[in-house]
């Protein structure tokens, strides 16, 4: 009689878009019942929309739908995180409680982002509005379930190219309403950390953002890594080169974390240590990775050549001639580093979906990078 060979293990499977869709609605209804709950207690006749310091309409909305995006990127995170991202559960439990950190943190924070531009926009078509209990709460429990719905929905489905795109668009965003809101309206006149030193919300809302968008792009190396180590072992090539790829996202996202938590006002030379390692991580990254990695679109080796001349021409006109502020400089060059690093991921991904898929089903590498494989 024969054996029949046992069928090999199969990874967890990706969960399923009715379960997420199930999850996102729950998470909306609590964000319902939140909303108006904070409403009801906080909300007294007629209050202004904008303006009112803590107790306004727009405040409200905007802390607790960062708060109830926390928790949907938690709970989302503990329902379905072994299958959104499966290979996570072999690294070491500190990364992943440093993932899960990271995401709470940065997914609640664009919540109140995104709504207190949203609350901007309405604070101008609506000048001097102001809102009953009734109407009050309407509005807060409305965007509280909403906030809910599309963070679960996007953590649900979080991958290398969705993780970097939050981080591009979390920068961004925060760097943007901490020059709208800063007391310091002439600080483009100085430089971009100018933003850092002012003491108010806006100062310490910018280095905030650089340093959990630090914190996020050494989780984006991690993730970066896996899709990287199963691509290379399928086209024979060494998985040391995500090792290396890793090493200059990590070195990147450490030195951009040290932007934030050591402001000019706090040691001016330990400011210039972490802005120019983060620029050298960044140039170090945009001139080696086209060059190790084998199959990759030439079209991307050319944006890398072209970004880099841009970023040469841009300190030329800086250091040499002095045609550029500091200012220009410097968000040039960090919307340069951005653009790189997603037409990179982008193409990794790129890359990795032409290999075929038996190439891809052999068995995974390990989380963390080999060194003693073939170049």
């Known amino acids: 009689m024969t054996v029949e060979p046992s069928p ?8 399923g878009g009715r379960q997420l869709e199930n999850v996102s609605l729950l998470m909306a209804g609590v964000g319902l019942v939140v909303g108006t709950v904070v409403g009801l207690v906080a909300l007294r006749g007629l209050t202004p929309f904008e303006g009112d310091g ?6 409200l909305a905007s802390a607790s739908t960062a708060a109830l995006s926390g928790v949907a990127t938690l709970v989302v995170l503990a329902f379905f995180g072994g299958r959104i991202v499966p290979w996570y559960g072999r690294v070491h439990r500190a990364r992943r409680w ?49 906030g809910a719905y599309v963070v679960a929905s996007v953590i649900g489905r979080l991958s290398t190219s969705v993780l970097s795109v ?9 760097a943007v309403l901490s020059a709208v809101n800063t007391s310091n309206q002439l600080w483009w006149q100085v430089h971009f950390s100018q933003l850092g030193m002012t003491p108010d919300l806006a100062g310490f809302a910018f280095n905030y953002t650089l340093a959990l968008t630090g914190l996020v792009i050494v989780t984006l190396a991690d993730f970066l890594t896996h899709d990287m180590q ?6 024979g090539q060494g998985r040391w080169k995500a090792l290396v790829v890793r090493l200059g996202l ?9 932007v934030g938590l050591i402001p000019v006002t706090l040691s001016h030379g330990g400011h210039l240590v ?102």
């Not at 803590?54 to 405040?59: G, Y």
């Not at 939050?166 to 925060?174: A, D, M, R, W």
């Open 166 to 174: 939050l981080v591009s668009v979390f920068l961004v965003l925060g």
């Open 98 to 146: 440093l993932m899960a950190a990271g995401l709470t943190l940065m997914m609640g924070t664009l919540g109140f982002f995104v709504v207190r531009a949203l609350n901007s926009v309405v604070d101008a078509a609506f000048f001097g509005l102001r809102f009953d209990m009734w109407s009050g709460t309407a509005y807060i429990a409305t965007v509280c379930a909403s």
């Open 230 to 235: 199963r691509w290379l072992a399928a086209t």
């Open 274 to 375: 972490a802005t120019y390692g983060a620029v050298a991580s960044f140039v170090f990254l945009a001139a080696v990775a086209p060059m190790i990695l084998r199959g990759i679109p030439w079209g991307f080796r050319w944006a890398s050549v072209a970004i880099l001349g841009v970023v040469g021409l841009l300190a030329y006109l800086f250091k040499g001639v002095g045609r550029l502020g500091t200012t220009g400089f410097e968000m040039f060059a960090v919307g340069l580093a951005l653009l790189w690093m997603v037409l990179f991921i982008r193409t990794i991904v790129a890359a990795a979906r032409d290999v075929p898929e038996l190439a891809l089903a052999a068995p995974e590498a390990t989380a963390e990078p080999g060194v003693g494989d073939r170049g």
């Open 54 to 59: 803590w107790s306004s309409v727009s405040f």
């Open 250 to 258: 990590v070195g990147m996202g450490s030195m951009l974390s040290g």
């Open 8 to 15: 090999p293990a199969r990874a967890p499977e990706q969960p």
